[in-house]
């Protein structure tokens, strides 16, 4: 039977998988799906987590629909029902009632409906303008609130981001000692006004002790060492720690990077409670505990998701953005921009970077706000100076000298590397995300984090580059090296006469001096580090991105080729491809320039982001002529792991959890047409459907009752099959139920009327039930000889939920957003039961 069920029947048990049973808890990702059979006729809304039953029901996302709005229907429609005239008959289309058009938890909205909704909102505002003065304010005042709900958005989530990086890079510090003048000082600005720091330790100043120097009254030797060591695995395992616990106990949602739930969210799905104040109250405290512990994952690509639940919360205060659930998806467009603004103080590739990666639909209204949003986010974060360098981020660096085009070969060679890598991730990935689904595993989240974090811990205090944060290692690798620099990085031999210093702010190039040397080993042991440690990382039930580690390796690896380039064309300046352009005592080549492109080329490898990615890396280096190195370089990274496979990090885990979303990237190549795709099939029974104005209320109830579909064509009659409109299940329900206790006469043997002019009826029967206005009048169709490229075409771009088929103007069948999804991944030869939702 057809499965059109998008309905009130679902459960979603937070554990890693329905499938294992597995009374768990969840991973943000829905890993343990509940997804009703033909019997399941229960409707709970419930999540268990661990053992603690929280009820979704009802949640702030959206206010509960009995909550006053039955009780205001009531009084008024009462006062017409029971006085002395004749009966009022409750018509929906003057009379809308409340929860009508809304939408159940794990539902796709309809796009089309919600824009004919806020189409007829917007023309009876603007007709009304016209009558009085204040009528003409009241639309003024709404044509303003998107942009007021922008400057909002953007100054919570700037003020947010900025309390983050303050937070992150003070508990980071925590773990190598404490501050004696104050212990809410992380090492940097203890050190500030210290007089007595040196050039060679510009790090080390009195009011700043290691945990040796606390607890054993000594920083040198072997044992003060295995103290520090010891501490330092002692904090990261608290702050693990304390981030699962935090996300099991308050917000399961708060899990993960947030990005692939906000992209299938923003292609019109529902999922209370995942963009609700819990979620950002918890996701903004864990974030911070998460990259504190030194896990190899980044606070960039969760900032997407706290900026999302600001939004979606301040949504709440106007009322055309609360009551419309496709305006508010256009808020939370924006939204995904000023959470990549804050993240890289990049708010043009903030903008980019929701339009490409994130957005299923983005108007040109929409970019206009995004970019006001992401103006005021970067302005925000910008006053608060959360790294005390007038920066807006951690890792801003200016070269001066100017690349070469001899340079693109490695450039390119770099990209490959990004693309390998990007494809060789999502798989390990995926495959340890989809053991963790399927296995013992994932049964206990708790101690896999601290295993995980202990292990990291333990392996990565004793090399300098893996004990640092990303974003410090980032900053240190594309670091131009200048003669005052301490860093093994710029462990150079010192050049002999003055003529080899270079000119300006550049320094020429120099031989490699011992210091180097050391530095390359480790940062060669940090790579490989870095990119298993991070496979295993992404998806545990902690707020994890991918953007800094992902940056990390190719940062390291960029640099590791640059130091290379620089060493060949220092001791080879005479070769055919160095001759001409770098003679001896130039500044030839930038090592920090390499890490910048490695970094964007795996990236790009593992997100196939383009345009963003060069646009924000550009922001980052504030060089212009730096982008087509950039573009070089992301551009070969994306052929490169295409040739793999065309899904991104991000695509492949929705598609790993089953959400039901319709990727614009892939490309429907199958010849089979509507008729082949659509329910029922040959051998299964009658399509459920109501007819205009022969049936009675307790013959819709029977189907109703006996089916678990979202929605019911009507037509005229059975035996024609002409289709007349197309009503929801849920607004049926609502309309019935409310009729029974609001009007008289309506019982069991009613008529249910879907026609304008009810037909005649004998003067004792009971008064008809008129339901015209819950119909929608126009349903989307296709003849059953549509090609499906076409209708998957129509599905994309119309965001719809379903579209009946029809032979000649008579019903058929119907194809649902599931029976599409469906349908692909049998192609693909894939599990079509993967797909969990409707």
């Excluded at 919360?313 to 609360?322: E, P, Q, V």
């Excluded at 953007?547 to 060493?567: C, D, H, K, N, Y």
């Excluded at 982001?609 to 370089?633: D, H, K, N, Q, R």
């Excluded at 929605?711 to 029974?740: H, K, M, T, Y």
Aim: aromatic share 10%; hydrophobic share 45%.
């Amino acid at each position: 039977m057809f499965q059109f069920w998008a309905s009130s029947d679902r459960k979603l048990s937070c554990g890693v998988d329905a499938v294992m049973e597995n009374p768990g808890y969840c991973s943000g990702s829905f890993d343990g799906l509940h997804h009703p059979s033909d019997d399941d006729d229960d409707d709970d809304e419930m999540v268990d987590i661990a053992g603690a039953t929280l009820d979704f029901s009802t949640t702030d996302d959206v206010p509960p629909l009995s909550s006053g709005g039955y009780d205001e229907y009531s009084s008024s429609s009462r006062a017409g029902m029971n006085g002395g005239g004749p009966k009022k008959l409750v018509d929906l289309l003057e009379d809308p009632l409340p929860g009508v058009g809304t939408y159940e938890d794990f539902n796709t909205i309809d796009w089309v409906r919600e824009k004919s909704k806020d189409r007829d909102r917007h023309r009876e505002i603007t007709n009304k303008s016209r009558q009085s003065t204040v009528a003409l304010l009241r639309s003024l005042s709404d044509a303003f609130s998107g942009w007021l709900l922008m400057l909002l958005v953007g100054l919570m989530a700037g003020a947010l981001a900025g309390g983050i990086d303050i937070a992150a890079h003070w508990l980071t510090d925590l773990k190598g000692g404490v501050c004696l003048i104050g212990f809410w000082f992380n090492h940097e600005h203890c050190c500030w006004t210290s007089n007595e720091t040196t050039f060679q330790e510009r790090d080390r100043c009195p009011q700043w002790q290691s945990w040796a120097e606390l607890i054993v009254g000594n920083s040198e030797g072997a044992f003060a060492y295995i103290v520090n060591y010891l501490m330092y695995i002692f904090w990261a395992l608290l702050f693990a720690f304390l981030a699962v616990i935090l996300v099991r106990a308050f917000a399961p949602y708060a899990c993960g990077s947030g990005i692939p739930e906000i992209k299938t969210i923003l292609s019109g799905f529902i999922i209370r409670g995942y963009l609700g104040k819990w979620t950002l109250i918890t996701k903004t405290i864990t974030l911070v505990l998460a990259v504190s512990s030194g896990l190899s994952l980044g606070k960039e690509g969760p900032l997407v998701h706290v900026a999302c639940c600001c939004a979606n919360i301040l949504c709440h205060l106007f009322t055309k953005y609360r009551k419309n659930e496709a305006k508010r998806r256009e808020v939370l467009s924006a939204a995904a921009a000023v959470g990549v603004s804050v993240a890289f103080g990049a708010p043009i590739g903030g903008v980019l970077f929701s339009l490409e990666e994130v957005s299923y639909y983005f108007p040109l209204k929409t970019l206009w706000r995004s970019f006001f949003a992401a103006l005021v986010a970067a302005f925000t974060l910008r006053s608060i100076n959360p790294f005390g360098n007038s920066r807006l981020v951690l890792f801003y660096v200016e070269f001066h000298a100017p690349w070469h085009l001899i340079e693109l070969a490695p450039f390119i060679l770099l990209g490959i590397f990004g693309g390998l890598w990007g494809a060789l991730f999502i798989r390990a990935n995926i495959a340890w995300c989809r053991r963790r689904k399927t296995t013992r595993l994932g049964h206990y989240p708790v101690i896999e984090v601290l295993v995980v974090a202990a292990l990291t811990a333990l392996i990565a205090y004793p090399n300098s580059y893996t004990r640092m944060s990303g974003s410090e290692l980032i900053s240190e690798l594309f670091n131009d090296c200048s003669l005052l620099d301490s860093s093994q990085l710029c462990g150079y031999k010192q050049p002999v006469n003055v003529s080899e210093t270079g000119v300006g702010n550049s320094l020429a190039d120099r031989p490699a001096g011992e210091g180097l040397y050391t530095a390359l080993w480790q940062l060669a042991l940090a790579l490989i580090f870095k990119m298993l440690i991070t496979v295993i990382t992404f998806g545990m039930k902690v707020p994890s991105g991918l953007f800094i580690p992902s940056m990390a390796v190719g940062a390291i690896a960029g640099r590791l080729l640059g130091v290379g380039m620089e060493q060949l064309a220092y001791y080879n300046h005479d070769w055919l491809i160095f001759r001409g352009w770098c003679s001896p005592g130039a500044d030839c080549i930038t090592p920090g320039l390499y890490a910048m492109v490695g970094a964007a080329a795996c990236l790009g490898g593992v997100t196939r982001m383009t345009v963003s990615l060069v646009v924000i890396m550009f922001e980052l280096t504030g060089g212009l002529e730096y982008i087509v190195p950039l573009m070089a370089a992301t551009m070969t990274s994306k052929w490169v792991a295409d040739a793999f496979g065309r899904e991104g990090i991000y695509e492949a885990h929705i598609r790993l959890n089953g959400y039901p979303f319709l990727e614009a990237k892939e490309e429907f190549e199958h010849s089979s047409l509507a008729v082949d795709v659509m329910r029922p099939r040959r051998g299964d029974p009658a399509l459920a459907v109501l007819t205009q104005d022969s049936m009675t209320v307790e013959e819709v109830e029977t189907v109703v009752d006996s089916t678990h579909y979202s929605g019911f064509p009507v037509v005229v009659s059975q035996e024609s099959q002409r289709l007349v409109g197309f009503v929801l299940r849920r607004d049926l329900l609502i309309s019935i139920d409310n009729a029974r206790k609001r009007q008289d006469g309506v019982v069991s043997t009613s008529q249910v009327v879907f026609t304008e002019h009810a037909p005649t009826q004998p003067p004792e029967a009971p008064p008809p039930l008129r339901l015209r206005g819950i119909m929608d009048l126009s349903p989307f169709t296709v003849t059953d000889h549509t090609p499906m490229d076409i209708t998957v075409d129509i599905f994309r771009k119309l965001g719809l939920r379903q579209c009946l088929v029809t032979h000649n103007g008579r019903l058929l069948g119907i194809i649902t957003k599931k029976d599409i999804l469906k349908h692909m991944a049998q192609i693909a030869n894939r599990d079509p039961d993967s797909i969990l939702f409707n």
